[in-house]
């Protein structure tokens, strides 16, 4: 498993003997959570924070966070969570924020120096499509859960459109530039760095205005909320890589997380109808509240790209937290291969795909 570490030195695993030890007994008295039992949640790979779900017979359950990477500033949490709370309290489907005894959406700790930040969060109703092993809900069409999909992101990007934050969260290009990806990427990846800079570029000729940019959850996929399964509500949580971005992010996000119901389909003509059928149900959710040019819609393709671009970077920025070696990665050697040779919509129509060993190509990565 392979899970991010501080510039400082302090690992996950000492966090959470920190945790154990100074941090949850302080912590449950911050929240009036006495008698609560935490149980630590098993990080996922390149996870940033240490997570604990916390339980108490006759109370609602909640989801305690504990940051202790130095990548995001104060200004940061208070602008994850102050968005949280404006999309509950204004009717997005979310798992709220809970406020401390201060009165504070967010808390720091400081112990040997190091400032742990401190969330706080409802634990959504229902469990993630995975925990139910991909299966939906007994007598109802898959078809409704694409359109939840939509409807759900589109009452969250509505929502967004009227938002004036008091604390700003940062940018897309706050991160995604040309100098961070020279820096990040390795030399031997030249064509690459080529490819990255030439599609910021285009972003950065993109509209930016309140109806296609915004705040945008920027990880919207099915690891990130829980479903209802006696209705079918669909609960968003974990904005920790929300940012101002373009909206069509996260529509193209959920495009490339939809390619899984269809993966082993060997007929690139079949997968073809399948997610044209997928994101037209998805498209329709999503129009049900809030509005979206289809020359907007016209930029999938690019989107789809953005989104391999993020996940590259985040591969090799946990790689390298973690001192490893990309190479070999022939997930990461896929995404890198659609890039460098402009294969649209993650090579999932393209000869380059394959059924038995989807989004893998056996290359060197350096």
């Known amino acids: 498993m392979l899970v991010a570490k501080g510039e400082d030195g302090l690992t996950y695993n000492e966090v959470v003997k920190i945790g154990e030890k100074y941090l949850i007994p302080l912590v449950l008295k911050l929240y009036g959570l006495e008698g609560y039992e935490t149980k630590l949640v098993k990080a996922h790979t390149g996870g940033r924070n240490v997570v604990y779900s916390c339980e108490k017979k006759g109370a609602d359950s909640k989801i305690l966070r504990i940051a202790f990477l130095n990548d995001r ?32 959406l967010s808390e720091e700790i400081t112990h040997n120096n190091h400032t742990f930040f401190i969330c706080l969060f409802k634990k959504a109703k229902g469990k993630m499509l995975v925990e139910n092993n991909y299966r939906y809900r007994e007598g109802v069409p898959i078809s409704e859960y694409y359109y939840n999909c939509g409807k759900v992101l589109g009452k969250l990007h509505q929502l967004s459109k009227e938002y004036t934050p008091v604390h700003r969260r940062y940018s897309f290009f706050d991160k995604y530039n040309a100098e ?30 309140r109806e296609s940019f915004g705040m945008i959850h920027f990880d919207f996929n099915d690891g990130n909320y829980s479903i209802d399964f006696d209705t079918g509500q669909i609960t968003v949580y974990d904005f920790d890589n929300s940012c101002f971005g373009w909206y069509m992010y996260d529509l193209a996000d959920l495009w490339t997380h939809g390619v899984g119901w269809i993966q082993f389909e060997q007929d690139a003509g079949e997968r073809k109808k399948f997610m044209d059928d997928y994101f037209k149900t998805v498209l329709e959710g999503y129009r049900s509240e809030t509005r979206i040019d289809s020359t907007v819609l016209d930029k999938l393709p690019l989107f789809i790209n ?27 050697s896929y995404l890198i291969k659609c890039l460098e040779d402009d ?23 350096i």
């Open 73 to 104: 500033s104060r200004e940061d949490f208070l602008g994850e969570v102050e968005y949280i709370r404006y999309l509950f309290e204004n009717g997005g489907s979310v798992s709220d924020v809970v406020s401390s005894r201060n009165r504070n």
């Open 180 to 209: 961070y990806i020279n820096k990040l990427i390795p030399s031997s990846l030249s064509l690459l760095k080529e490819k990255l800079v030439e599609l910021l570029k285009t972003l950065e000729g993109l509209d930016m205005n």
């Open 306 to 332: 953005v989104v391999l671009m993020e996940n590259i970077v985040d591969a090799f920025e946990v790689t390298q937290n973690n001192g490893e070696d990309p190479e070999g990665d022939e997930e990461l």
């Open 343 to 365: 294969i649209p919509y993650k090579g999932f129509f393209h000869e380059i795909y394959s059924c038995e060993e989807p989004f893998e190509y056996e290359k060197r990565i």
